[in-house]
């Protein structure tokens, strides 16, 4: 690997510099992504590898990333599990069957990668024989409970109530859906991990709708047999969003890094979840939208914060906004090799 | 004051019981509410005192609360403000001449309550002289940030890049638009108090979208100012949504009661604000869609929490979701006086 900092920082290994990659990297602020994504919907781009693996490079050459990660949506196991998946026009993703009941939920099937997201894991190999080595690639899955929500709501959601509804009255039917979704998730990321992903992220991107003790009970079991069911393989991220109340049990699921929003300040995040996991994050993405001078300033700041410790991944607390300038993300990356060469 | 668990509370008095009221307790998921709301628009009843006090009692009579609320909307003060305000059918609330440029923070005007918004002290006497001392009446504002952003956005929004693109980009422009709209909410709470509240409350519902620090430095000082200068007159609880990460700063605003919401155990919250506060929450409103003996259990767990500290109010972690059954709002209310009992 010519460039290994962001797997020495994964393993919490000092380097020459802070690694830095940025959530959705690959991305329609990108007049290059614009140019494919008007010929093709957002799922042809997926499902077809060539495209897939062309966008998932862009953003390695336009800019001095440490990491790709494969083009994907935490979405395509879906179709795999019996689960009828739109990307509505203009809209997010809409699910034309959602599970409610105990039926749907005995309804729901494991996957085979291999059968259901080939696509998948031809991109990622083709990815990795055009990088030949320079950066690492990054495979990544939804986490438990962001799967289940959607599963269960069927679009985006404001306050997840058919989603609760199931975890309040329904205990038994939440884990043995949960369970199944474990096993997917599992069988997903294997799959990703053996056709040459250095690195999975696990993205948990609606659990900030649980308080603690709910997280602890309902999110947390199956993150965490998920993550150690992957114990020897590659270092995991365990990404969530809105988890800044409860860190202490998002470490407790595992993984090699924890990532963190920008909700909190990355030191006292880092504290919290303890020194013996590496921690990525945390600009807020929306600073991005801000004059340069005060996005240096900033990334300067949480560089700071990281204090030279070994184990710091930057990157975006979320990712990158749609009509953010191709520039402040240059700006970022620039400056945080700037901010943290020795 | 017949009823007056909910005053105490506020004081951080002791009394037979915890008091409880709800967050948007008068809404559309009352059959009582929709028959009034069937024949008129939601500004129409804003600005109809005789509806607007209809509306604020019906929960008062169907339930056992220790609080009233004035219904109205924390975006009743932007027409005087010179901001164009329209409720689309079916959508949310939207403003044709959002607040962008310093020409834009220029033209925002001071309002004169009793000229803008006088069905509003209208409703809240006659309110009084119908509960004559029954249960204390609360008046209402948003908060500063939460204002500002609704003001620059022009409706609901998923990431403020707006609002976070002025307070980057022009930190002046901020700080003189934040400066007239905490004058705008002074004004607009001392005229409720004038016209009979006995408690108000601050929302701040959007500012959960900062970070630890661009909090302190661009909603707190706002907050902090108007609450100063409500001091003498009534209690005032500051409610933020999302603020878990920071209720230490929260509570540095000031604010006799702290309202915090479900991200956060109760009593974890109430030892980070410190116990010279009184603390208002926190139950998940969507724990309302779930069995009754479920909804039962969290309350007792929360009142459990509160460990029969004077100066907890019971209430939800942020308002009633459309479509919560009514018998789920009886059995809160009901099992936080049974379990609080003395």
Same mark, same amino acid.
């Given at each position: 690997m010519a460039n290994d900092r962001f797997l020495k920082a994964c393993r919490r290994e000092t380097s020459d510099r802070t690694p830095v990659w940025l959530m959705r990297q690959a991305g329609r602020y990108m007049k290059e992504y614009m140019a494919i994504r008007e010929k093709h919907s957002f799922l042809e781009m997926c499902r077809n590898p060539e495209l897939a693996a062309?966008?998932?490079?862009?953003?390695?050459?336009?800019?001095?990333?440490?990491?790709?990660?494969?083009?994907?949506?935490?979405?395509l196991p879906l179709p795999g599990m019996g689960i009828e998946l739109e990307f509505a026009? =203009?809209?997010?993703?809409?699910?034309? =069957?959602?599970?409610?009941? *105990?039926?749907?939920? @005995?309804?729901? *099937?494991?996957?085979?990668?291999?059968?259901?997201?080939?696509?998948?894991?031809?991109?990622?190999?083709?990815?990795?024989?055009?990088?030949? #080595?320079?950066?690492?690639?990054? #495979?990544?899955?939804?986490?438990?409970?962001?799967l289940a929500?959607?599963?269960?709501?069927?679009? #985006?959601?404001?306050n997840?109530? =058919?989603?609760?509804?199931?975890m309040y009255g329904d205990p038994e039917g939440w884990?043995?859906?949960?369970?199944?979704?474990?096993?997917?998730?599992?069988?997903?990321l294997k799959a990703q991990i053996a056709a040459g992903a250095e690195v999975v992220q696990l993205f948990d991107s609606w659990v900030g709708c649980l308080g603690p003790d709910d997280f602890r009970e309902f999110a947390l079991p199956y993150t965490k047999k998920v993550i150690e069911r992957l114990k020897?393989?590659?270092?995991?991220?365990?990404?969530?969003?809105?988890?800044?109340?409860?860190? =202490?049990?998002?470490?407790?699921?595992?993984?090699?890094?924890?990532?963190?929003?920008? *909700?909190?300040?990355? @030191?006292?995040a880092w504290k919290t979840i303890g020194y013996d996991h590496a921690i990525q994050g945390?600009?807020?993405?929306v600073v991005l939208f801000g004059p340069v001078k005060e996005?240096? *300033?900033?990334?300067?700041?949480?560089?700071?914060?990281?204090?030279?410790r070994a184990g710091h991944i930057f990157n975006l607390g979320h990712g990158i906004v749609l009509g953010t300038p191709v520039d402040s993300v240059r700006a970022v990356v620039d400056a945080v090799h700037e901010f943290s060469g020795k």
């Open positions: 062309e966008v998932t490079l862009q953003p390695i050459k336009a800019f001095d990333l440490d990491a790709a990660i494969i083009f994907a949506d935490i979405l026009k =203009n809209e997010g993703p809409v699910i034309r =069957n959602p599970v409610r009941t *105990r039926k749907d939920i @005995d309804a729901v *099937r494991m996957i085979d990668p291999e059968v259901h997201v080939p696509y998948l894991m031809q991109a990622i190999k083709m990815v990795k024989a055009e990088l030949a #080595g320079k950066v690492p690639l990054i #495979g990544f899955s939804g986490a438990p409970f962001t929500s959607y599963i269960i709501e069927g679009e #985006g959601s404001r997840y109530v =058919n989603t609760k509804k199931l884990k043995a859906l949960m369970d199944k979704i474990s096993d997917v998730v599992v069988a997903y020897g393989t590659v270092p995991v991220i365990n990404f969530g969003t809105n988890t800044g109340t409860f860190l =202490n049990l998002v470490a407790e699921g595992g993984g090699d890094v924890i990532g963190v929003d920008w *909700r909190v300040r990355l @030191d006292e945390n600009l807020d993405p996005i240096r *300033r900033r990334v300067k700041e949480i560089v700071d914060m990281a204090g030279g």
